[in-house]
């Protein structure tokens, strides 16, 4: 840091008696990060000072600039600014230091960037370190990172240099924290106290520029295999799908990609050196080194490392940079150049690289043999998915933005795992005695369309073609002669006598596996999801329509009843439970012994809210079915306080005590419920809520899923449609979730890598039948027979070219001590690396 460096375009001078330069807390390619107290600030805030390594500054402010010439603004918002509300993308200000004086003594002259601390540090050292996160936390960073690759995408910036490293995590300010608390969040886990900043984005042109600044940095392994290969081009937004496909990756299994394979080629290198000269072995630093023989080696890796050894490697690594500077790395790049087949068509770039053979090597392995890190089968299929799009070697074919953003909000929507999965579910006596009598008594009389030996026959031969997705069915079902107008999913089927044959019509183009008043998924068109915070509700019912969800078998069943007539009563007995008022109302209405009749199911949510809103009227003002329903009927009110209520929140007519009491129930309810259908937990809970009216009252206008006797309005479907696609997204993840649980069963002890994720803690949410159910459903397909004989091929395969790598380098096991024409200083180094 010797070079004296003019503050040429007039950055803000560091003051030093406003700041003081504490520790040093982090190094990169660019600089030197040290913590700074603000001395002027009340509560003495924390900054972090990056200087700028004199040789790098130059080109990291000429990068800036850059920027600043194609669009000043983006300069301003991203670079110039780090006060004020902290942002996804880490804001920073540049400064110029002007002799100012290092905690280690040394006095410095140069520019640096001032911003907020981050004080867990980078995401890379945050996962590693809470290695129980949760999987809808680990959605939330996943989707936070997103919104920063968007935010970016969307100025036209390329990240460039996306990793784990660069992701910076903040500690929750409490202003935020008490303000999240004060709602509940149904997404947001209430244990992830923190915030992420993207930081050090486009800074780096190229791949080539990079290898330049740091020619060893392992961590340059987020970078595409396009980059690596035409190390020239720049950097592309399918790069950075690419560097987000590993921190997907990284997320799900907290650990550094390509860590491992990175591990195994240095051991292989070692073992090379051991076979060649027993003598290295006794290094001192036990058999199970993971330091390179040959390569400078960071900081971080010495850190507990006997002080011999460490002093040791100091001073091999500054040999090793005086080798390189005097250009003694012919011989590697050429070594590189014919055992890797590297295709690198910039001869500096190998050059800077070449005296990391192990990094070149692994850079090699992801271009040509399109080496990935190890997915296993204990992460939900979707995401699992996802990642493999995200790092597809050919760019093109990775998913764009709006395609990832779309597959997160579906992994968020259908986290019921841990936190989503304790839903405030709530049903009345009736409600909660329909559900059961749907999940539980398939043969009852009432749901002749469940009837158990069609259900299988269908599902069995179904579940041939698409043994995943398919079985996911709607069955609409009516009453026999009702024929009711409205334009719902009943347009497509009315139902007659024969309402049970399965279609035997040949021209028809519907499953000929379905009976007549099935439907398949894809005949019906379900609106657009609403907003991000629709809630699977298991159950819902309203005065025409009962949405029921078939657990075992992945069925949502949409029961619509005919509206009630004084010839259709039929009053249930089997309902004994209700209290004084329903029975008064009872004795002016009627029920069907198949359903149970109108109550609304409420649901609280910023997205669908309005639509809710819109597109319904509420029963109250329902004239025509005024007789029906008593007011105590319409408070029998679901709420559903595990939501979002940001949106909420705001709107003066909630009152705030109304949000701290949900919040206290669901906090009672996180604690023992598991399943969200298991009705008995619930019922207690709703029977309470029952009481409180003005809670009910207050949701019910705004929020009652209901819609109008007489219309002919499809828009009041909407709700209907939505809610059954949640049931849809809910019962596909729950299954998926349990494949993924069983295949990383049967996988487990096959690899003992495999983390077993979150899938295990959340077996309890699945009862045993379930279980039983998706077992045998596994066990008879191969599918894990064939993703184990492919981990085995590609572990045979990785083998043989390790092997292959040992045969052919045997005799240059290091490049150092081969090196024929060797001057004395590379005798010296091989004696000493020996
Ligand atoms: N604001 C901050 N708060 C806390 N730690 C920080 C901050 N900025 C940087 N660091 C730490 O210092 C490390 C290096 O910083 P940074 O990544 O910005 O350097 P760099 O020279 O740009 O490196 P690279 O080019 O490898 O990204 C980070 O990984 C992080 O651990």
């Known amino acids: 840091m010797s070079d004296v460096i003019k ?78 509300r902290r942002s996804i993308l880490h804001k920073y200000k540049m400064i110029y230091l002007d ?67 660069n992701i910076l995590v903040f500690k929750k300010s409490e202003q935020e924290q008490n303000a999240r608390s004060s709602r509940s969040s149904r997404n947001k886990s209430n244990n992830l106290d923190i915030e992420l900043s993207l930081s050090d984005f486009s800074v780096i042109p190229s791949f080539s520029e990079r290898s330049i600044i740091s020619p060893n940095e392992f961590y340059a392994s987020y970078t595409s295999p396009d980059c690596i290969k035409y190390p020239n081009n720049g950097y592309s937004f399918e790069d950075d799908i690419y560097s987000f496909g590993l921190l997907l990756w990284q997320i799900a299994y907290n650990e550094t990609p390509f860590l491992k394979e ?60 005086l080798l390189e500077s005097y250009n003694k790395i012919q011989q590697s790049t050429h070594y590189i150049n014919d055992n890797y087949k590297l295709n690198l068509n910039r001869p500096g770039r190998v050059e800077r690289h070449s005296q990391n053979n192990e990094l070149l090597k692994l850079y090699n392995l992801i271009v040509e043999n399109q080496l990935r890190p190890e997915v296993g089968n204990t992460i ?5 998915d996802l990642i493999l799009n995200c790092w597809n070697n050919q760019s093109k074919k990775r998913p764009d933005l709006v395609k990832i953003e779309e597959e997160v909000t579906k992994l968020m929507n259908s986290s019921y795992k841990n936190k989503m999965i304790s839903l405030d579910y709530k049903l009345s ?25 069609k259900k299988e026959k269908t599902k069995s031969v179904w579940n041939k073609f698409n043994p995943r997705n398919s079985i996911m069915k709607i069955i609409n079902k009516t009453k026999t002669g009702y024929n009711h107008s409205r334009s719902d999913l009943r347009k497509t089927v009315f139902l007659n006598d024969d309402v049970d044959s399965p279609i035997n019509d040949p021209s028809s183009s519907k499953n000929p596996l379905l009976y007549q008043n099935e439907i398949e998924m894809e005949n019906i ?71 149970t009749h109108a109550n609304n199911v409420s649901y609280i949510s910023s997205g669908i809210n309005d639509s809710i809103m819109e597109n319904s009227t509420s029963v109250t003002n329902d004239t025509y079915y005024d007789n029906y329903y008593s007011s105590d009927e319409h408070e029998n009110t679901l709420i559903y306080p595990d939501l979002d209520l940001t949106d909420i929140e705001q709107d003066n007519d909630v009152d705030s005590i109304i949000l701290q009491e949900l919040n206290l129930r669901k906090k009672s309810i996180d604690d023992d419920i598991n399943d969200p259908l298991n009705s008995k937990q619930v019922n207690n809970e709703f029977n309470t809520l029952q009481k409180e009216k003005d809670i009910s009252g207050h949701f019910s206008n705004a929020t009652s899923f209901t819609y109008s006797d007489k219309d002919e309005n499809e828009d009041s479907n909407i709700s209907n449609y939505s809610v059954a696609k ?37 077996i309890n949410f699945y009862d045993e039948e379930d279980i039983k159910q998706l077992t045998e459903k596994t066990a008879s397909t191969n599918s894990i027979k064939d993703d184990l004989k492919n981990a085995e091929k590609a572990k045979g395969d990785l083998n043989a070219v390790k092997n ?13 001590a081969n090196n024929n024409d060797g001057s004395e200083l590379e005798r010296e180094m091989y004696r000493f690396t020996h």
Do not use: W
């Open 262 to 321: 990175f591990k195994e080629i240095n051991n292989i290198k070692l073992n090379n050196v051991i076979l060649n000269n027993n003598s290295h072995a006794k290094n001192g630093y036990g058999e199970d080194s993971e330091l390179s023989p040959i390569l400078p080696i960071q900081n971080d890796n010495t850190k507990e490392m006997p002080y011999e050894f460490k002093k040791k490697i100091e001073e091999r690594n500054k040999e090793i940079e």
């Open 99 to 165: 002799n100012i004086f290092l905690p280690e003594g040394e006095i410095i002259t140069g520019y640096a960037t001032l911003s907020e601390l981050a004080s867990y540090g980078n995401l890379d050292n945050y996962l590693k370190e809470h290695k129980n996160l949760n999987y809808s936390d680990r959605l939330e960073i996943v989707n936070t990172i997103l919104n920063g690759i968007q935010n970016l995408h969307c100025k036209t910036i390329c990240h460039s240099a996306l990793k784990a490293e």
């Open 7 to 84: 503050n040429t375009y007039n950055f803000e001078l560091f003051n030093n008696e406003q700041y003081v330069i504490g520790e040093k807390i982090g190094e990169g390619s660019y600089g030197y990060v040290y913590k700074v107290i603000d001395l002027n600030s009340t509560s003495k805030e924390l900054y972090a000072l990056k200087i700028l390594k004199p040789s790098y500054s130059k080109r990291f402010i000429e990068n800036l600039i850059k920027y600043s010439t194609n669009n000043p603004e983006n300069v301003d918002d991203l670079y110039r600014s780090y006060r004020g």
């Open 525 to 595: 068109q379900l609106p657009e999801q609403i907003g991000y915070n629709n809630i699977p509700i298991g159950h819902c019912e309203n005065d025409y329509t009962t949405i029921n969800i078939d657990s075992g078998t992945d069925t949502v069943i949409i029961d619509t009843n005919p509206p009630l007539t004084p010839e259709t009563h039929t009053y249930d007995t089997s309902y004994s439970s209700y209290n004084d008022v329903q029975k008064n109302y009872d004795a002016n209405t009627s029920y069907l012994t198949d359903t």
């Open 380 to 384: 939900p299929s979707r995401y699992h």
């Open 726 to 762: 949640n049931y849809i997204n809910y019962t596909t993840n729950k299954r998926n979730t349990l494949f993924a649980f069983l295949e990383s069963k049967t996988s487990a002890n096959t690899n003992d890598d495999l983390e077993l994720s979150s899938s295990e803690e959340n």
């Open 429 to 453: 006596d009736r409600q909660s005695k329909s559900l059961s009598k749907c999940l539980n008594d398939s043969n009852a009389t009432t749901y002749i369309h469940t009837n158990a030996t």
């Open 804 to 816: 292959d790598y040992i045969t052919k380098n045997e005799y240059i096991s290091s490049p150092i």
